[in-house]
């Protein structure tokens, strides 16, 4: 590299872009006349960077949310209709349901999310980002809410089932009104904690460029050669979970006390 050549500042494997290159020295500058203290502020909580970047931040916050909120929505229903077809027993269907749990909880989110965006396309099967990590996550929840459905239908007595038989009720009814009821009650806080670490997988979206807060944050974080975008995503992940996090707590608080 030649005398008068600068080598390009570096964050996280990419190089920061034109902006931050033309404000290396500057910021170097700053630096040599900087605290400890105010180097870590300038670094990571850098109220000009903040100003810059918050709305792109706040973009990926609303795709995050609107995902993660897709993904239950879809893999909640899906795994309760698995887990009540499982509960008429019939071998042929509950093969491919048990075949279809233990794949998709064994596979990684990140290695569908891959297969359905890169793969597919070859059998004309061609997906966007958000769509293949709606798909993804979407399955991998519906897998794991299928075994704890499955589970909490076990754990009521099947003579209550046949009680509702010997009352004149069809297998059906006796299943909707009065074990799925008990089934769901029981399987709310285990499904609970499972949709949030699920749902949390939607930053796995960032590896075929999904905008939502990670991508938005790295992006940021690379062009603006700063980390301050990076903890702005953190705060994202915080507002986004933390409620999600409590509510999960209160619920198992409160249907361990009825038990």
């Not at 404000?23 to 040599?32: C, D, T």
């Not at 909640?76 to 794949?103: E, H, Q, Y």
């Not at 603006?224 to 409620?243: C, D, K, R």
Request: proline share 6%; charged share 15%; hydrophobic share 55%.
């Amino acid at each position: 590299m030649g005398e008068g050549q600068k080598a390009p500042l570096l964050l996280c494997g990419r190089g920061l872009g034109p902006v931050a290159e033309r404000r290396e020295g500057e910021g170097i500058g700053q630096a040599k006349l900087m605290t400890p203290l105010e180097r870590f502020v300038f670094s990571f909580f850098n109220a000009d960077v903040a100003a810059r970047y918050w709305p792109d931040i706040l973009q990926g916050f609303l795709l995050t949310t609107y995902l993660g909120l897709a993904v239950i929505a879809a893999g909640i229903p899906l795994g309760l209709l698995l887990a009540s077809i499982r509960s008429f027993r019939r071998l042929p269907l509950n093969a491919l349901i048990v075949i279809f749990a233990d794949v998709f909880r064994a596979l990684p989110p990140l290695m569908v999310i891959i297969i359905l965006f890169f793969a597919f396309p070859y059998v004309d099967i061609s997906m966007n980002a958000f769509v293949a990590t709606w798909i993804a996550l979407t399955l991998v929840l519906a897998a794991f809410a299928e075994e704890i459905f499955w589970a909490g239908i076990l754990s009521v007595p099947h003579g209550q089932l046949e009680a509702a038989r010997a009352l004149g009720l069809r297998r059906i009814h006796g299943l909707v009104f009065i074990v799925l009821p008990q089934a769901v009650r029981l399987a709310i806080p285990p499904l609970t904690n499972r949709m949030i670490a699920i749902t949390k997988g939607t930053a796995l979206g960032s590896v075929v460029a999904l905008h939502e807060i990670l991508n938005e944050a790295s992006s940021a974080a690379s062009n603006s050669g700063n980390a301050t975008p990076m903890m702005m995503g953190a705060a994202a992940y915080l507002v986004l979970f933390v409620p999600f996090v409590l509510f999960g707590r209160w619920v198992e608080t409160r249907f361990a006390w009825k038990r």
